[in-house]
């Protein structure tokens, strides 16, 4: 079978190879993969930068989805034909997180390849009304999405920041569930795509720095309620600013290197921070009976052929698009 | 009457005025102030340190109890010979926060006084089995670890860091709901203290200084569920070392100044930070009723007369008792 | 003044006699009314069949609306010319319920008279795009319906019965949240109605009177995930039936005589039922903000002039409409 | 293997059988069993009265625990050798009730046998301090009462009721999370042996036949905050006087015939009523750790040989004991 591992080198961030396709052991599948999903992460681990050592040769992505193409002995969940899609944290089925543990595209090899041999427990099913390549974009990015908003309701005030995966997923669910958002953006045709989503507003962030303010006056004056913090240190700044007195954040991610949160001023907004662990395999499900339920469709930038994967990653790395990157297999 | 006030001068840190006592208007009650206590914050306050400008003439102290001397028209929660204490915020009554608003000792006239009119639904009674100077330490200091520790339960391990009087109180709360409780402290005697209070285990920051790790290593070598957090930007990082994957750390003050929170150790930990804004009268009651129900008694350090008001003060600079410090009328 | 009292005789079920315009006391307000609303409870207060003994003379209804016309000694929360509106519970401020204490109605004078003196601790404002006739639909039946879907979201679904006033605001207030909303209704028009107001499907109870079963069909097979229940022991049998396992009962009245739960049935569903006490002026409050963010405009059956307040109680009785029955003055 | 099926006859409620040893499949175990338990639905089952068909033949018996004699394929929780007990619910293992499902007992054989096979995801390990006889308590007795008082904390007042297994150890969970207990009994044994363990107050049910008034009196004069309720019909009604308005009863077991729920009294008292239906695999990990954490014991009434299994099963039937009925392999 065809597989992409990473590079480790300068000229292509992945580079094909062949092995032989895998074969189930017991209480396994046999998947074959349909599409895969970029995200943020993606990127430090093909370049080298990831916090933790990737071993040459690793397989990327955490965010596939496929056909289940041979099953393991004792398997029970899933039969031959099934629609499955993987979840983030493979040996994180419920329960509070206690852990990154094994992650694919780091200590085990990814999506990004026709077949893959999963545990039955690992992997969920794709909602009836998705595509492979709408489904290759839950894992992380809508659950991420998913879990930072847990709890918003129609008495809150959300803001999402830009129009990356998680920030557009995040502005769908909370729409869901009856938030008003707020959202921030650069650019005037994103500005609009994000408001068609529903939100009520949308800051230019470049033609004003200060947007924590104009957040907070657009707010009622008082704040948002909740903000999913996409950009750590870099933004976390504004976002006190933009932060109701006794607000929350969740952190998904500190893309930003460098700087921290000072405490001071948290302490002064008397604000809550909430690190976004993606989430168990039992929280995947049950965002997707939402998703199925509302019919939710995930926000596709740009889809590339599996032959085209390190294309793919080029595009992902410019960042200029509105939703998820997917290369279909 | 006999008040103190801050005297913004090096001298004394307060000094002694007289006043005439004051006339309790609608819905207020006069009180006979019986006791007051002593706070990290007033510190700041009569150091002219404080984060928000404290007015020449300003009378200190959050906290006290005292009996109900004269009621005002209309009231109805309190009649005379009623024993009250202050809540710390005179103007949260209930709900979520929404905001520090106006507080004793900064914006309006604090508890260091022989007489002070308060609004009825700014106080609490107090709780049968405790003196006045038992109660006065309730308000900031037992309602912040109080909200600090709440939702522990007998599953739970909860880390408190020396035995100032919030870290006291977290450790006797935690334990009347079950948990398994580990402190820090630099001295031997206290120590011996917090373990009859029921501590687990103590930790010596002073001979240990990477005590994050001898912290975790105690709570099974998988980190604490819950840390009540005193020291701020000085202790965080530490305190990330010893919680646990997934924990949560409850900011009660930010005594030290610079540094800030590490956001990429936050995040790979997958912590969660909580501002605690001690609570509202609501809470209070609530707190006072368990304090009630299960006989609990404050730890007090020191207590002073009235007319030693400035040595109390001086005392506490040191911070080297156990517990509260409390001045008696 | 004009005000109604109930008339304890057959001819009329309340009669208007002329008071004195009440003198606000310290911390009261005397309040213009400008509407007043029924609900099921009046039914039995007026007809001398309530649970609790009713005086002869006592003022009827517990909701209300109107304008603050002078103020007590002391009043903080409202000046003259605002606007508010009763809270069910005068006595109930925040906080979880601890007992049915005084009502408007039984134990004291209620709504319907052109002036009444209340604490202001015992009114809400009213949102500023609602009429007088609009708010004074919400003190108990939206609050009813609030507190009963309290914690639905896009992944539930929920069942109310009939388009009573109760049931049209849990419609309303589950849809907000993103609830799938089902409904029971013997009349085709109002099905319409309800489905216009966002119900997804509506059984007709009377030619299905094995109802349950058909709204556990309807709810994925799986039954509801909510029930608002209405009728009481009435209708509590085929509530067991169109309930999910594991499923949950909001009570909010128990208006049918006779019979009671079947727990055995009960148990087997593995379900949860949960009295709806109306709620406190906190709840209040926090559902009229989500009220005024979401301009949700209440369902008004008919409105009646004051002076034809007792045809409001005949129509009422009747129960033929819509949505509420409102009192103008 | 020896194993005993439920007779159908009236000479003895379970008789013995040879049956060969199970070969356990891919992701199963072969437990060799070392101890069983009884409750109260065991009772049902033999007796041929339960809800549900018991086919002739069948294995009785829900609790056990023994020792992983042999894995199948692809088993990764546990290995040869260890300590395992089973899960109430085998197929259960996380999130919210969805439904009864398939139990022990009933729809498949149970653990009153030398051998069993289950798989890996049905059982739980056994916490270190326990023998096989004290873990065999815990599946269904333990994890209902643990699932009855979740949520219980040092300002709650709990009622138990009697001395039976799921009782004690509600009082004992309850006792560790910092709640006032009161308990009925109608033996002065038992009633010292329930004081012993933490109950404050013990009412005589025999001598006070109205104890619910009786308890009320005792909490304050206010009532349970929540009572955990065995006996159904036949005891829920002295329940409700027992209860404080607006609190929780925990419906444990239905096992008095007749009757029902008086739905108006329920609404009167603002109850709340939720089914025990044990809990999740997930739920009975976490009961564990707190378990093991604090090496609470469970009380055992007493303990049969597995040659005398019938003689338990008579033994209990009279209910005379305190704590659980066991029988040893």
């Given at each position: 079978?065809?597989?992409?591992?990473?590079?480790?080198?300068?000229?292509?961030?992945?580079?094909?190879?062949?092995?032989?396709?895998?074969?189930?052991?017991?209480?396994?599948?046999?998947?074959?993969?349909?599409?895969?999903?970029?995200n943020a992460r993606d990127r430090l681990?093909?370049?080298?930068?990831?916090?933790?050592?990737?071993?040459?040769?690793?397989?990327?992505?955490?965010?596939?989805?496929g056909v289940v193409a041979a099953v393991g002995d004792g398997v029970t969940r899933f039969r031959v034909g099934d629609r499955v899609l993987s979840g983030?944290?493979?040996d994180w089925i419920h329960g509070p997180f206690t852990g990154w543990g094994d992650l694919y595209g780091v200590q085990r090899d990814?999506?990004?390849?026709?077949?893959?041999?999963v545990h039955e427990r690992s992997v969920a099913a794709v909602p009836d009304h998705l595509s492979f390549e709408e489904a290759?974009?839950?894992?992380?990015?809508?659950?991420?999405?998913?879990?930072?908003?847990?709890?918003?309701?129609?008495g809150d005030t959300v803001?999402?920041?830009?129009?990356?995966?998680?920030?557009?997923?995040?502005?769908?669910?909370?729409?869901?569930?009856?938030?008003?958002?707020?959202?921030?953006?650069?650019?005037?045709?994103?500005?609009?795509?994000?408001?068609?989503?529903?939100?009520?507003?949308?800051?230019?962030?470049?033609?004003?720095?200060?947007?924590g303010a104009a957040v907070r006056e657009l707010a009622d004056g008082r704040g948002a309620d909740l903000i999913v913090e996409i950009g750590g240190a870099g933004t976390v700044?504004?976002?006190?600013?933009?932060?109701?007195?006794?607000?929350?954040?969740?952190?998904?991610?500190?893309?930003?290197?460098?700087?921290?949160?000072d405490l001071t001023r948290f302490f002064r907004r008397g604000a809550a921070l909430r690190t976004i662990t993606v989430g168990s395999r039992s929280d995947l499900e049950r965002m997707n009976q939402v998703i199925g339920r509302h019919r939710l469709r995930p926000v596709i930038d740009r889809v590339f052929p599996f032959a085209a994967a390190p294309d793919a990653f080029a595009y992902f790395e410019k960042g200029a698009g509105m939703g998820k990157v997917v290369i279909s297999l």
């Open positions: 079978m065809r597989t992409y591992q990473v590079s480790g080198g300068a000229d292509a961030p992945v580079v094909p190879v062949e092995r032989p396709v895998p074969v189930p052991a017991a209480g396994h599948l046999l998947v074959r993969v349909k599409a895969a999903a970029l681990i093909v370049s080298g930068t990831y916090t933790a050592p990737v071993p040459p040769g690793r397989v990327p992505l955490s965010d596939g989805a983030f944290h493979p990814g999506w990004l390849t026709e077949y893959i041999a290759a974009t839950l894992p992380c990015a809508a659950l991420t999405a998913w879990s930072a908003v847990d709890g918003v309701g129609p803001l999402v920041q830009g129009s990356g995966g998680v920030s557009v997923f995040a502005l769908q669910f909370a729409r869901l569930a009856g938030a008003r958002v707020l959202a921030t953006s650069s650019s005037p045709e994103k500005a609009e795509r994000l408001r068609a989503l529903g939100a009520s507003e949308v800051v230019d962030y470049v033609r004003t720095p200060e947007w700044s504004q976002s006190l600013d933009a932060l109701a007195d006794g607000g929350r954040i969740s952190l998904v991610g500190n893309l930003a290197s460098g700087g921290g949160l």
